[in-house]
Structure formats: structure tokens, C-alpha cells
């Protein structure tokens, strides 16, 4: 079945410091791979995503890049703020299911940004 | 101009109880699920529905059941309610079942069961 792995932290910087979270995914097929952020007492929210392998996902700079040979959607981005708090989810939606199936989500990755 | 939204936010209930989750989205979508987020977040689906078909997690008991009203609602029954149901409730929406269709997620319903 399909898996996804991620270092589940905490993980703490300070700010302006460079983050790198890895995830790496079990799936047939081709899946969609997903990045999720909880902020405290919120649900979810999509970060960024990539269809299919070599594409970059980016938005509020956050980065990853769908590695098919490495089986990888790490995340990173270059300055983190404060602001950046949050518990922080990779997904995956294989191709394999059919009809409606869900998101295969990793733990989770705590992360907190000191000043 | 909420896209996914859920009713109640907090829902506190004893053993044995049944309730039941209520949820609305307003971006068209036609298909729908529920996520149960455990004490330590790990989040795993329960249902996901379309006008068409339910497809059920297997390992959810059945004293969940999901019922459609209509395309824009999902709500989530749980009859004689135990302690391990205790959780945040999740529930999402997508235009389509594709693997690339993104799921817009609600602001989760936090269940205690005394």
C-alpha cells in the first residue's frame, strides 16, 4: 500500500535560518504529492503540491521538488520567520485506488522558529 | 465566503452516546471525506463520497456511518460513542477524484468522549 514517511520533530531553528524537511513515499503508479501546514487550533492547509515527476511545488517560500528516482518531496525553504510555526504534513494520492480515495498523510513535523 | 466549514467546533459527550458532525462546502465540489486526526496528528481517511459511490476505510467500525443530504454536505453519525473515538474530525472536499484534485480541509471538530 502507499506510505509516507517524514521526520516528525520537533524541529527548531531560529529565525532566518534555512529548513529542510524530508519526505519520502511509498506508491504505485504516479501519484500527487502534497504539502499540508496545520497552524495551532486550525485544520489544514494546502502549502504547495506537484502533479508528476521534476515538477517544483513553491508558494510563500516553500519549496519541493517531486524526485521520482529518489522517491522524495522535501521541503525547504531559505528564511523561515516566526511566523512559520506550525506542525507541517506531506501527503500522497496514488493512482492505483480509483473512485475517491483519500490522502495518505505522514505524521506530521512540529516546527518551531524562534526569534 | 468559507469553502469547507464544520458544526461544532468542540464537542464534549459521554460513553455511549451518539452525535453526530455536521459539514458544508460552497466550492462545488463533488466529492467529499472525513479524516480522523488522533492525539498524535497522525490523520487518516474514514470515507470518501460522491454522488455516485461511498468508499469506506475498512478499519472504521461501523458505528460510523456518513450521510449526504445533498452534494454540498457530509455529515458524520457515530452511535454509542467510546473513549478511542476521542479525536479531531476533519472533514474535506475535492472538484474530483483524480490524483491530482486538491482537498480543501474544514477547520476540524475536536470530539471528547468522557
Known amino acids: 500500500g502507499n506510505s509516507v514517511t517524514q521526520m516528525e520533530g520537533p524541529v527548531t531553528l531560529s529565525e532566518e535560518a534555512f529548513l529542510t524537511i524530508n519526505c519520502t513515499y511509498t506508491a504505485t503508479g504516479y501519484p500527487s504529492l502534497f504539502w499540508y501546514v496545520q497552524y495551532p487550533g486550525e485544520g489544514l492547509q494546502l502549502l504547495l503540491k506537484?502533479?508528476?515527476?521534476?515538477d517544483k511545488g513553491s508558494n510563500k517560500g516553500f519549496e519541493a521538488t517531486y524526485r521520482k528516482e529518489t522517491t522524495s518531496f522535501h521541503l525547504e525553504k531559505g528564511s523561515v520567520q516566526v511566523s512559520d510555526s506550525a506542525v507541517y504534513f506531506c501527503?500522497?494520492?496514488?493512482?492505483?485506488?480509483?473512485?475517491?480515495?483519500?490522502?495518505?498523510f505522514g505524521k506530521g513535523t512540529h516546527l518551531i522558529i524562534q526569534p | 465566503d468559507t469553502a469547507v466549514s464544520q458544526t461544532p467546533k468542540y464537542l464534549v459527550t459521554q460513553m455511549g452516546n451518539d452525535k453526530s458532525i455536521k459539514c458544508e462546502q460552497n466550492?462545488?465540489?463533488?466529492?467529499m471525506y472525513w479524516y480522523k486526526q488522533d492525539s498524535k496528528k497522525f490523520l487518516k481517511i474514514m470515507f470518501s463520497?460522491?454522488?455516485?459511490?461511498?468508499?469506506i476505510n475498512e478499519t472504521v467500525p461501523n458505528r460510523f456511518s456518513p450521510k449526504s443530504p445533498d452534494k454540498a454536505h457530509l455529515n458524520l453519525h457515530i452511535n454509542s460513542l467510546e473513549l478511542g473515538d476521542s479525536a479531531v474530525y476533519f472533514c474535506?472536499?475535492?472538484?474530483?477524484?483524480?490524483?491530482?484534485?486538491?482537498?480543501?480541509f474544514g477547520p476540524g471538530t475536536r470530539l471528547t468522549v468522557l
Open positions: 506537484a502533479t508528476k515527476a521534476d
Open positions: 501527503a500522497l494520492r496514488g493512482s492505483s485506488g480509483g473512485g475517491a480515495d483519500g490522502l495518505t
Open positions: 474535506a472536499s475535492s472538484q474530483g477524484q483524480g490524483t491530482i484534485d486538491t482537498q480543501y
Open positions: 463520497y460522491n454522488n455516485k459511490e461511498l468508499i
Open positions: 466550492l462545488g465540489h463533488d466529492t
